[in-house]
């Protein structure tokens, strides 16, 4: 195969400090493509049902989800992958729920009590005098009160659960979750601990959208394999303080494959791409040069699909898109990476009806008028380096995460928050509870800024696109601009975070506590 035609995402050899793999890693451009079967988690049932205080004598639906070490193969041709997952796969089950039908689960820790990852003692929270095996379920994007959400500090060890409620008391969308875990977390998601969570309401139903067999979660993210098959994350080459900057594989899985098929129905899919990966960015487009058509974003559906011929999605961002397969019955179509095919659809010859539809428009999204803010908090995004020019901790507005808390939003009110990156790289930027708008980005003057905190623009505001002018929870904040959104702090009051979701920096000082009064 001509290399070329594949952009390797790794970086290990071109990272400073970073030390060399103490074993030999597999090279994905040396294996089959397109010899197992995607596959698609099962949805989860629920166990049982059980009332809860905030519901009185209701019954609620009772999921178990226990953590558990598991052995799966990644690749035909290769060995079977340690791993841990919720349910014992990777992406765990997924939990489909409805708007205004509240869900209890509880988040069963099952797992071995050593860690098969190198854990960083330096940083905070992951001090030796810490478990090594500690675990906290959080719900990406789901609006829950501060005791549900999945607070880092409230991690549990093997042989505990904590049981979270989540009312469903928001629109129909592709959520996600995932360990949270203070100072590990970027370990526990390594070694596989996520799922999707979905939530359907009566609106997005009537749409008439595909649905059922035809609505299927793709899960992308990318790893590094050691010929043994077991997972490699990389460390510096500091053995006190192994935590790196970046974690970039070149393996890209989707669903807990690398390179699947999935065969398809000449007709039309709805897909749901989430970005689980670590710290790498998806540049998503589909081999026979059609557009996608975006549907959905973060925090649901557009106000109108939007036609995409590609889709960059960073950490933790989603996008739902809508792809008709009618015109390539016996094809076969391949959703890329940059110039790299790692899933197959290879459509059958034939099909059932499709009486599916793809309205054009979809949902009103009501802009938040900015006037109605009561604060605007700017917010550095920065990083401190160690002589050599290495990053040492990545820092939100110059504080840590043990700093009191300074964001202290009131119930019910609207603030914009403005992120100003002076780092070198995108940051996607993620605050619980809340969903928000991106109102614009805006280049201005590092010099001004570091010198005086004064921002001074540079150029004009760029609004957001189509595609991110909907309901988001994550955003990307690029280097050089100030990213501005805007959001409604409705909710219980009580203290939830807010960080970046390249992992190794939340990791490492890039998570601040704020807190809804
Ligand atoms: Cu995807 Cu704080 O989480
Ligand atoms: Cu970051």
Same mark, same amino acid.
Request: include cysteine; hydrophobic fraction near 35%; charged fraction near 20%.
């Given at each position: ?47 049982? /049902? ?77 001090? /030796? *005098? /810490?478990?090594?095996?500690? !675990?906290? !379920? ?17 991690? $549990?060890?093997?042989?505990?659960? *904590? ?81 790196? *900057? ?12 690398? $390179? ?36 959905? *974003? ?61 309205? !054009? ?110 309901? /988001? ?45």
């Amino acid at each position: 195969m001509d290399s070329s035609m594949t952009m390797p995402m790794t970086q290990r050899m071109a990272m400073p400090g970073l030390a060399a793999p103490n074993v030999p890693l597999v090279n994905p451009l040396t294996l089959a493509r397109f010899v197992d079967a995607l596959p698609v988690p099962p949805i989860a049932s629920p166990i049982g /049902k059980r009332t809860h205080p905030a519901y009185g004598g209701q019954q609620l639906p009772l999921y178990r989800m226990p953590m558990r070490a598991f052995r799966a193969k990644v690749h035909r041709d290769l060995p079977p992958t340690p791993q841990w997952g919720y349910a014992g796969s990777a992406p765990g089950p997924t939990i489909v729920t409805r708007r205004g039908e509240p869900v209890l689960v509880e988040w069963v820790n099952e797992l071995p009590t050593r860690h098969f990852l190198p854990i960083d003692h330096g940083i905070h929270g992951a001090e /030796k *005098s /810490k478990p090594d095996v500690r !675990t906290v !379920t959080h719900v990406h994007g789901a609006r829950v009160s501060a005791q549900n959400d999945g607070w880092p500090e409230d991690w $549990y060890v093997p042989g505990k659960s *904590s049981t979270a409620l989540y009312p469903g008391n928001q629109d129909a969308t592709t959520l996600w979750y995932h360990d949270h875990a203070m100072g590990i977390t970027r370990l526990n998601i390594y070694a596989g601990l996520f799922g999707s969570f979905l939530v359907h309401d009566d609106d997005e139903r009537a749409l008439g959208l595909p649905s059922g067999e035809f609505d299927i979660p793709l899960v992308l993210y990318d790893r590094l394999l050691a010929k043994s098959g077991e997972l490699y994350y990389p460390v510096s080459d500091d053995p006190e303080a192994p935590w790196v *900057s970046e974690c970039h594989g070149d393996a890209l899985l989707c669903n807990g494959k690398l $390179y699947p098929y999935l065969d398809v129905e000449p007709r039309r899919y709805r897909f749901r791409l989430i970005n689980v990966a670590n710290t790498s960015f998806f540049n998503l487009s589909l081999s026979h040069g059609k557009p996608f058509q975006q549907i959905g *974003s973060d925090q649901g559906l557009l106000a109108a699909p939007v036609d995409r011929e590609a889709i960059a999605l960073y950490p933790a961002e989603r996008a739902e898109v809508i792809v008709d397969f009618s015109a390539y019955a016996g094809q076969s179509v391949q959703l890329r990476h940059q110039a790299d095919g790692i899933v197959e659809f290879r459509v059958r010859g034939k099909g059932r009806r499709d009486t599916s539809v793809v309205p !054009t428009t979809l949902r009103p999204v009501r802009r938040i008028d900015p006037s109605t803010a009561v604060q605007d908090r700017v917010l550095g995004l920065g990083e401190q380096d160690d002589a050599g020019g290495n990053p040492i901790t990545m820092l939100l507005d110059g504080k840590m995460w043990s700093d009191p808390i300074s964001e202290k939003p009131k119930k019910g009110t609207v603030e914009t928050w403005t992120f100003v990156n002076v780092t070198g790289d995108a940051h996607p930027i993620h605050l619980h509870l809340v969903r928000f708008q991106i109102l614009e980005r805006r280049p201005f003057d590092l010099y001004a800024w570091n010198a005086r905190k004064e921002l001074k623009f540079t150029g004009p505001a760029i609004p957001p696109p189509a595609h991110e002018a909907g309901w /988001k929870d994550t955003v990307r904040c690029d280097p050089g601009m100030i990213t501005r959104i805007i959001a409604s702090f409705d909710g219980e009051p009580g203290k939830y975070v807010w960080h970046c979701h390249y992992l190794e920096h939340e990791d490492n000082e890039m998570m601040r506590p704020y807190e809804v009064v």
